[in-house]
């Protein structure tokens, strides 16, 4: 302590320093010594303050919460996450916009990232999902392409319309979440007014072995709230950071937010007939077919102490399930098992799990991964010599009783291509069908905003596909873009005499 009490300042290995304020030099004028370690310290430090940002999902806002169990489903799962109404679970949020960077404002159009980490006594179950129910692709080979449409140009550094919708229009089934995107939902006013979804199928399996697919459903408490293009324009004007301020200075003040999880549950053999395949991405289950079922309750009430430590260093992974919750046969899920806890491995490490935020808490942690970079943590498991598996030094065994029941799996290994049907235009008609025809106007309207700097090569091929939607998407959409080119030509026509003075 020093003579105020306050905690002495000190080196990272401890030892105490004598001025953070003035850099020993040789005389009162200078030069700086080598040795003045304080002085590098703090630069070198500095210079690594910043890690990677993520190539997706890079600005977000996270809170910490619980989960309740609020309805028995262990019929359904064995996970013990669900095993009694009313027990709890601590749970880390991240929410998150996709394209844009750590930089980027936060009431932008964009799909978010909806992410919940739950801290289960069998370990962490993440559920790495978005605010929308399905996504613009069913297979994890193109996600990569997808990406970089909607990045930066490599030449302009701009972002590129004529890239997002020439890609788009090449992949028709990204119709039904384009749709989505330019709708009212596309920008939500901040976290606590949107619904969330797993997105992917997943699988769930009772104690008895009984599988069924299943959907995950975040159906928000607050009201569905969402900005205009005009209305986010006035507010990205005064601020950057509206959901980091929402999100952070609701739960400071109190007014948690609530979400309800739901799932939709399908039984095993009914993948094999449904007219679509539910396995597909792009695709919802009907709610008629499979009506939501509620699980529990999720409550945010708690901001974390550290920004960085809890939500930038935070990694949600689809890997991470538990028993009683698998995977299931959809492509992009597979593919986002490796690539998002890859992602992480490369941008904070090989041991990123055994960080604070992503460690689990309620499980003990018992692997024989070894070494690399920041190996912070011991893992010994009390014997020096129980290394390797498997050993006779009473090392962590494997338990056959989590095994999850066996997945029937029929048909040649290949490359299927989909056929162009009319199936990747059914349920974004029947979206377009739902909407009043108010929204549908400003769907319209956001569309044409958006593709107006397009080719017209481009512009006629993604108008082709809303055609195959339905005629009056087509039409709405041409509509409005003219209604912008005729805007357009008058403030040119209005620009003439000006240029022509000149
Ligand atoms: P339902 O009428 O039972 O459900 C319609 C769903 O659409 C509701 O969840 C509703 O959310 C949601 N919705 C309304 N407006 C929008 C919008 N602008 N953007 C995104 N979602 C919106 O119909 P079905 O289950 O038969 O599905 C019909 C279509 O609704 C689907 O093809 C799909 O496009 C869309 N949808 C379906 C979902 C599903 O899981 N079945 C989930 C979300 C959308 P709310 O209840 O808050 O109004």
Same mark, same amino acid.
Request: net charge positive; proline share 5%.
């Given at each position: 302590m020093t003579n105020d009490s306050r905690p002495r300042l000190t080196t990272t290995a401890g030892a105490p320093v004598a001025s953070n304020s003035t850099s020993q030099t040789a005389?009162? !004028?200078?030069?700086?010594?080598?040795?003045?370690?304080?002085? #590098?310290?703090?630069?070198?430090?500095?210079?690594? $303050?910043?890690?990677?940002?993520?190539?997706?999902?890079?600005?977000?806002?996270?809170?910490?919460?619980?989960?309740?169990?609020?309805?028995? #489903?262990?019929?359904?799962?064995?996970?013990?996450?669900?095993?009694?109404?009313?027990?709890?679970?601590?749970?880390?949020?991240?929410?998150?916009?996709?394209?844009? $960077?750590?930089?980027?404002?936060?009431?932008? !159009?964009?799909?978010?990232?909806?992410?919940?980490?739950?801290?289960? $006594?069998?370990?962490?179950?993440?559920?790495?999902?978005?605010?929308?129910? #399905?996504? &613009?692709?069913?297979?994890?080979?193109?996600?990569?392409?997808?990406?970089?449409?909607?990045? !930066?140009?490599?030449?302009?550094?701009?972002?590129?319309?004529?890239?997002?919708?020439? &890609?788009?229009?090449?992949?028709?089934?990204?119709?039904?979440?384009?749709?989505?995107?330019?709708?009212?939902?596309?920008?939500?006013?901040?976290?606590?007014?949107?619904?969330?979804?797993?997105?992917?199928? &997943?699988?769930?399996?009772?104690?008895?072995?009984?599988?069924?697919?299943?959907?995950?459903?975040? !159906?928000?408490?607050?009201?569905?709230?969402?900005?205009?293009?005009? $209305?986010?324009?006035?507010?990205?004007?005064?601020?950057?950071?509206?959901?980091?301020?929402?999100?952070?200075?609701? #739960?400071?003040?109190?007014?948690?937010?609530?979400?309800?999880?739901?799932?939709?549950?399908?039984?095993e053999e009914d993948a094999l007939t449904t007219p679509y395949n539910p396995f597909d991405l792009t695709k919802v289950w009907p709610h008629a077919d499979y009506p939501l079922i509620e699980v529990g309750e999720m409550e945010l009430n708690r901001n974390p102490e550290n920004y960085f430590v809890f939500v930038e260093n935070a990694a949600f992974s689809p890997s991470n399930v538990v028993p009683g919750i698998g995977f299931s046969p959809d492509k992009m899920l597979q593919a986002r098992i490796f690539s998002y806890a890859d992602a992480h491995r490369y941008r904070l490490g090989t041991h990123y799990e055994a960080l604070p935020a992503n460690a689990a808490k309620n499980a003990p942690v018992n692997h024989y991964h070894k070494d690399g970079p920041m190996r912070f943590f011991t893992n010994d498991f009390g014997n020096p010599d129980a290394y390797y598996e498997p050993n006779q030094h009473g090392g962590p065994v494997a338990d056959p009783g989590v095994q999850e029941p066996p997945l029937k799996i029929s048909g040649d290994a290949d490359r299927y291509v989909q056929e162009d049907s009319d199936a990747d235009y059914v349920q974004p008609r029947a979206l377009f069908n739902l909407l009043p025809a108010d929204e549908k106007q400003r769907l319209f309207d956001n569309m044409g905003a958006a593709m107006g700097p397009c080719s017209d090569a481009v512009k006629e091929r993604w108008l082709a596909v809303l055609g195959r939607v339905h005629s009056d998407y087509e039409a709405g959409v041409r509509a409005s873009l003219k209604k912008n080119s005729d805007v357009n030509a008058i403030s040119v026509t209005q620009d003439t005499p000006v240029e022509a003075a000149e």
């Open positions: 005389g009162a !004028r200078g030069p700086v010594l080598l040795q003045d370690y304080q002085l #590098i310290e703090k630069l070198a430090h500095q210079n690594r $303050e910043r890690i990677p940002e993520r190539v997706v999902h890079a600005k977000g806002w996270g809170a910490f919460g619980t989960f309740k169990v609020t309805k028995d #489903i262990t019929h359904l799962s064995a996970a013990k996450v669900f095993d009694t109404v009313g027990k709890t679970t601590e749970v880390l949020t991240r929410f998150s916009t996709v394209a844009g $960077e750590q930089g980027a404002a936060d009431a932008e !159009r964009d799909v978010r990232g909806f992410s919940v980490k739950f801290y289960t $006594e069998e370990g962490n179950w993440d559920i790495v999902g978005n605010n929308t129910p #399905i996504f &613009f692709i069913r297979d994890g080979i193109k996600f990569p392409d997808f990406i970089r449409t909607q990045k !930066r140009h490599p030449k302009t550094n701009l972002r590129s319309p004529e890239a997002m919708f020439d &890609f788009w229009s090449a992949q028709p089934e990204s119709v039904h979440q384009v749709t989505i995107l330019m709708s009212d939902r596309g920008i939500p006013v901040n976290p606590m007014h949107m619904h969330g979804y797993g997105s992917h199928t &997943f699988s769930v399996w009772n104690k008895d072995g009984v599988r069924h697919w299943v959907k995950f459903h975040w !159906r928000c408490e607050q009201p569905i709230r969402n900005y205009t293009n005009a $209305e986010a324009e006035v507010l990205i004007g005064k601020t950057r950071e509206s959901y980091q301020e929402d999100l952070y200075n609701a #739960i400071d003040q109190g007014r948690f937010p609530k979400w309800k999880l739901h799932i939709q549950a399908m039984p």
